[in-house]
């Protein structure tokens, strides 16, 4: 994992405050966090991995799930929105590279702040690049991270191809939404594609109806560009996933014998977990031109649960 630079907190909150709308402090471990406080929402980003660990607009319970259990060995945080890049799953030819790459457990600097007129707060970010990482990633790509925290969280990850070669890789913002109960979730938006089974062999599939979760499921829904509804009827909520510059959706929990395995869930924390990601991922890889630029976006909302006929 690469290191935090050492961080000056009062300069920090001078420079990018508003005025105590963002907040940054050190947390548990020595992690720096951000704080963002408006009249719409509450949000806690990880500058260790870019993270975003918590959003709760108001009057809402917690949209974004993350484990009570802190990071240990360099992971990440197990929750919130892990950053997937420039690969995702393990790398493809190196058993060293970490699994879904080195942004999520890389440092990252704020570079600008700004509240929005209708009362929202936007941070944007950027990834530091590290010297352990070049073996990996040798290439210029700058990678920033525009966060938007209001009555709904919008995220675009955007990564600048400043090489003069074209370049192939992967991105995917691993959302961790908060449930009631996993068993008694409807995923939505999915129904007649095609998916790859990562625990069948990554066998393909069509899907058939909406998605539920009976049992471990980690899913590569390739040429995916709806919107996704979690639907969530003993929360009486429905999650929207929106999403644009992305053609893969993931859905994934591992479950109770892989989550226990696994030890940074917390006890029984599957249950109230569903990874629904947004990405470009196998098939669906991208390839950056040089000089070319893309953005992944993401926007999450809170509607009302609506039971289907
Ligand atoms: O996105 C699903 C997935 O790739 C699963 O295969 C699963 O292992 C998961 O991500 C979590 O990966 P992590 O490296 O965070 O343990």
Same mark, same amino acid.
């Given at each position: 994992?690469?290191?935090?630079?050492?961080?000056?907190?009062?300069?920090?909150?001078?420079?990018?405050?508003?005025?105590?709308?963002?907040?940054?402090?050190?947390?548990?471990?020595?992690?720096?966090?951000?704080?963002?406080? /408006?009249?719409?929402?509450?949000?806690?980003?990880?500058?260790?991995? *870019?993270?975003?660990?918590?959003?709760?607009?108001?009057?809402?319970?917690?949209?974004?799930?993350?484990?009570?259990?802190?990071?240990? /060995?360099?992971?990440? &945080?197990?929750?919130?929105?892990?950053?997937?890049?420039?690969?995702?799953?393990? #790398?493809?030819?190196?058993?060293?590279?970490?699994? #879904? *790459?080195?942004?999520?457990?890389?440092?990252?600097?704020?570079?600008?702040?700004?509240?929005?007129?209708? !009362?929202?707060? +936007?941070?944007?970010?950027?990834?530091?690049?590290?010297?352990?990482?070049?073996?990996?990633?040798?290439?210029?790509?700058?990678?920033?991270?525009?966060?938007?925290?209001?009555?709904?969280?919008?995220?675009?990850?955007?990564?600048?191809?400043?090489?003069?070669?074209?370049?192939? $890789?992967?991105?995917?913002?691993?959302?961790?939404? =908060?449930?009631?109960?996993?068993?008694?979730?409807?995923?939505?938006? $999915?129904?007649? *594609?095609?998916?790859?089974?990562?625990?069948?062999? !990554?066998?393909?599939?069509?899907?058939?109806?909406?998605?539920?979760?009976? =049992?471990?499921?980690?899913?590569?829904?390739?040429?995916?560009?709806?919107?996704?509804?979690?639907?969530?009827? $003993?929360? +009486?909520?429905?999650?929207?996933?929106?999403?644009?510059?992305?053609?893969?959706?993931?859905? &994934? /929990?591992?479950?109770?014998?892989?989550? =226990?395995?696994?030890?940074?869930?917390?006890?029984?924390?599957?249950? /109230?977990?569903?990874?629904?990601?947004?990405?470009?991922?196998?098939?669906?890889?991208?390839?950056?031109?040089?000089?070319?630029?893309?953005?992944?976006?993401?926007?999450?909302?809170?509607?009302?649960?609506?039971?289907?006929?």
């Amino acid at each position: 994992m690469g290191t935090a630079p050492n961080i000056d907190y009062t300069l920090m909150n001078t420079r990018f405050g508003l005025g105590g709308q963002i907040v940054f402090k050190e947390g548990a471990g020595g992690m720096p966090l951000v704080m963002v406080t /408006n009249s719409q929402a509450h949000a806690q980003i990880s500058l260790q991995g *870019g993270q975003l660990l918590r959003w709760t607009p108001g009057g809402q319970r917690p949209v974004i799930w993350l484990s009570p259990q802190a990071p240990a /060995n360099g992971k990440p &945080w197990r929750g919130g929105v892990p950053v997937c890049w420039p690969w995702f799953g393990p #790398h493809a030819t190196e058993t060293h590279g970490p699994t #879904h *790459g080195f942004a999520r457990t890389s440092p990252w600097e704020i570079t600008a702040t700004a509240r929005l007129p209708q !009362g929202a707060t +936007r941070l944007w970010l950027r990834l530091i690049t590290q010297t352990d990482t070049q073996s990996w990633w040798p290439h210029a790509t700058p990678l920033t991270l525009q966060i938007t925290v209001g009555t709904k969280l919008e995220m675009t990850l955007t990564t600048q191809n400043n090489t003069d070669i074209p370049l192939t $890789l992967s991105d995917a913002l691993h959302t961790y939404f =908060a449930v009631s109960d996993v068993r008694q979730i409807k995923i939505h938006g $999915l129904a007649h *594609g095609t998916y790859l089974d990562k625990t069948a062999g !990554g066998t393909r599939h069509s899907q058939q109806g909406p998605v539920t979760i009976t =049992a471990e499921t980690d899913r590569v829904y390739v040429d995916t560009l709806t919107d996704c509804l979690i639907d969530d009827p $003993l929360w +009486r909520r429905r999650i929207r996933v929106a999403k644009r510059g992305s053609r893969t959706t993931v859905v &994934w /929990n591992p479950w109770e014998e892989k989550a =226990a395995k696994m030890g940074d869930l917390g006890p029984q924390g599957y249950l /109230n977990m569903v990874c629904v990601e947004s990405a470009n991922a196998l098939e669906n890889t991208l390839t950056l031109a040089p000089g070319e630029q893309h953005s992944l976006w993401v926007s999450y909302s809170c509607e009302e649960f609506k039971p289907r006929t």
